[in-house]
């Protein structure tokens, strides 16, 4: 059920069955322009699609103006608090504001934002968070994924009375469950695209963990039309745990890849560091090539067969197989030296 | 949709709407009993509920012996290719062995291992996976989920009729989205419990976020019975990554954990480093506290009121709350210092 309307950010459409939309954040001074633009570049760059700055004052919405300027067309989206003020400054430099209904107050701050938002056709995200519900809308955990709605629900109806059309929604908790509870609410409520992600999930490794389940839950389910993962570190490795996420449900497309096995008892090499290996010389290459690292015999030929070229552990060393056939056997060393002169030849898939 | 038959696996019942059980591989060498039951028993000690051994051989049928007696009862299971007198062999000393349609064949070969299953309440896991599907099984991808669950069907019906009662199937591939498929495929069409997960998923970063993705779909839909997290790497990263994806779907109870916002241009303090200390501090406690460690004042204290104790940035440096309320105000050393000093204190959850 991806959502019936769509909302349109900058080039990007979201929602209506869309591609799913891939996002992060700067964690740059958001008043230094020239750091915070090189940032969004990057992220770019590593396959985000859009990209949120922190604007918590009116000389960062000042110094946005800049960032927007070094940007281009990038989608690029202000996260704004507590000063509509902001709001209105910075929404002729992006292609979306985000507004938490628990940090914003006051129908005539509401209007303002509303009036620029139109002017500069710039989207909207609505966006409530367990962690700042607006006053009376506070909840007991059973009920914090309807009350994160009801926020939500109340400030839809005031921006669309209000003229505005580029809608998104999002409802987050910290809970992994009570988020998935609020996602699936949000989706049937909603005909909104809906922006889904865990809010404060954590450290790189386990939030990336969390991130995955969760948002793969929701998007098998289809509900979900623009993610980012949270996690507490680089935001490069945010863009880069949300394309794996969507590669793995078949939402985007593939790029070269290593399949390893676990590693048993039967293992005759060490898969772990010959796999990193060649993820480390497969680097930022794109493509849609997969390379196997297989420890044995037992599903090694087989994976090998398939993959476009492979490293098997023999009784002898290793095998590397290159369109599913060996060409070399030697020992572990050889038969990775053999790959990675292979990857740098540049030789298509399925060559 | 759990499965509606149950099976038996020495204390553990898999299926039937039983608690997901969590398991891992070793790989050590299954011929030296002392090194392959230290790393069960520390697997175990990490959260593993059943462990794997690979048993390629009758010397490491024999050795398997040795690996009961030190394990006790932890569930144990064998995993066995090409020779079936090694299913025979180990049958007494483990709890459950996996065969594999593609790597066993032979009508007197199944008698003896059902025999064997039969004459030691021995429970069996009939898992295909695409790296060797059995010849007449091999299948273009499209038609790959089907014949994977074509190819278990076939030695169910065989297993079946030599009556062996405790079976679990799985089928499993490389690709991601024919491992969902084919899953979802072999819940509607047996009623058996069903293990889960990606094979060959790749290094441990990679591989952990396609699991997750993948296993959170698919229980999230109610599908599956068993997981494993298969990581090029230590198998105890399994685990953890194992428990992490059964936390956030609620469906293991929670450990002590770290929220951590994802940092932005408003952070405060180093977030990332803060947090890692933090879980770094908590180490291998159990318990049900949640610590938030939140840069800024958007979302800071309004988590630190949710949580058991929290680091949050401020204007001034960092405030250390405890249930709910600022005890400390300082710089974040300062803070975390406090924080780390009530943990040690072993203070309970809520308190």
């Given at each position: 059920?991806?959502?019936?309307?769509?909302?349109?950010?900058?080039?990007?459409t979201?929602?209506?069955?869309?591609?799913?939309?891939?996002?992060?954040?700067?964690?740059?001074?958001?008043?230094?322009?020239?750091?915070?633009?090189?940032?969004?570049?990057?992220?770019?760059?590593?396959?985000?699609?859009?990209?949120?700055?922190?604007?918590?004052?009116?000389d960062?919405a000042?110094?946005?103006?800049?960032?927007?300027?070094?940007?281009?067309?990038l989608?690029?989206?202000?996260?704004?608090?507590?000063?509509?003020?902001?709001?209105?400054?910075?929404?002729?430099?992006?292609?979306?504001?985000?507004?938490?209904?628990?940090?914003?107050?006051?129908?005539?701050?509401?209007?303002?934002?509303?009036?620029?938002?139109?002017?500069?056709?710039?989207?909207?995200?609505?966006?409530?968070?367990?962690?700042s519900?607006?006053?009376g809308?506070?909840a007991?955990?059973?009920?914090?994924?309807?009350?994160?709605?009801d926020?939500?629900?109340d400030?839809?109806a005031?921006?669309?009375?209000?003229?505005?059309?580029?809608l998104?929604?999002s409802?987050?908790?910290?809970?992994?469950?009570?988020?998935?509870?609020?996602?699936?609410?949000?989706?049937?409520?909603?005909?909104?695209?809906?922006?889904?992600?865990?809010?404060e999930?954590?450290?790189?490794?386990?939030?990336?963990?969390?991130?995955?389940?969760?948002?793969?839950?929701?998007?098998?389910?289809?509900?979900?039309?623009?993610?980012?993962?949270?996690?507490?570190?680089?935001p490069?490795?945010?863009?880069?745990?949300?394309?794996?996420?969507?590669?793995?449900?078949?939402?985007?497309?593939?790029?070269?890849?290593?399949?390893?096995?676990?590693?048993?008892?039967?293992?005759?090499?060490?898969?772990?560091?010959?796999?990193?290996?060649?993820?480390?010389?497969?680097?930022?290459?794109?493509?849609?090539?997969?390379?196997?690292?297989?420890?044995c015999?037992?599903?090694g030929?087989?994976?090998?067969?398939?993959?476009?070229?492979a490293?098997?552990?023999?009784?002898?060393?290793?095998?590397f197989?290159?369109?599913?056939?060996?060409?070399?056997q030697?020992?572990?060393?050889?038969?990775?030296?053999?790959?990675?002169?292979?990857?740098?030849?540049?030789?298509?898939?399925?060559?």
């Amino acid at each position: 059920m991806p959502s019936r309307r769509t909302a349109r950010v900058g080039d990007l459409t979201l929602g209506g069955g869309a591609p799913i939309v891939l996002q992060s954040m700067t964690n740059t001074d958001p008043r230094d322009a020239e750091a915070t633009a090189a940032q969004a570049l990057a992220l770019a760059e590593a396959g985000c699609d859009m990209v949120r700055i922190a604007v918590p004052d009116l000389d960062a919405a000042a110094a946005t103006r800049e960032v927007r300027r070094r940007l281009g067309r990038l989608p690029l989206v202000a996260d704004v608090h507590y000063d509509h003020r902001v709001a209105v400054a910075v929404a002729p430099y992006v292609d979306k504001i985000r507004l938490n209904p628990g940090t914003l107050r006051g129908r005539a701050a509401l209007d303002d934002v509303a009036k620029a938002l139109r002017d500069h056709g710039t989207a909207l995200r609505i966006g409530a968070n367990s962690g700042s519900l607006p006053p009376g809308f506070e909840a007991p955990p059973h009920l914090l994924p309807t009350r994160l709605c009801d926020a939500v629900a109340d400030w839809v109806a005031r921006f669309e009375d209000a003229g505005c059309e580029d809608l998104v929604v999002s409802v987050k908790a910290t809970s992994t469950t009570a988020t998935l509870a609020a996602c699936r609410e949000a989706a049937r409520r909603f005909d909104h695209p809906l922006h889904i992600g865990l809010t404060e999930a954590g450290t790189a490794r386990t939030g990336a963990i969390r991130s995955a389940a969760i948002l793969g839950a929701l998007l098998a389910e289809g509900v979900g039309d623009t993610i980012r993962v949270s996690l507490a570190g680089d935001p490069i490795e945010e863009v880069r745990v949300g394309q794996e996420i969507l590669r793995s449900l078949g939402l985007r497309p593939e790029a070269d890849r290593v399949l390893a096995c676990p590693t048993c008892g039967r293992a005759r090499m060490d898969v772990a560091v010959v796999a990193a290996t060649v993820e480390a010389a497969l680097g930022t290459r794109r493509g849609t090539r997969t390379v196997a690292v297989m420890g044995c015999e037992v599903n090694g030929p087989g994976e090998a067969r398939h993959a476009d070229m492979a490293i098997v552990g023999t009784r002898d060393g290793a095998a590397f197989y290159r369109g599913g056939k060996v060409v070399l056997q030697g020992t572990a060393d050889e038969a990775l030296k053999a790959l990675i002169a292979a990857l740098d030849d540049g030789i298509p898939a399925h060559d």
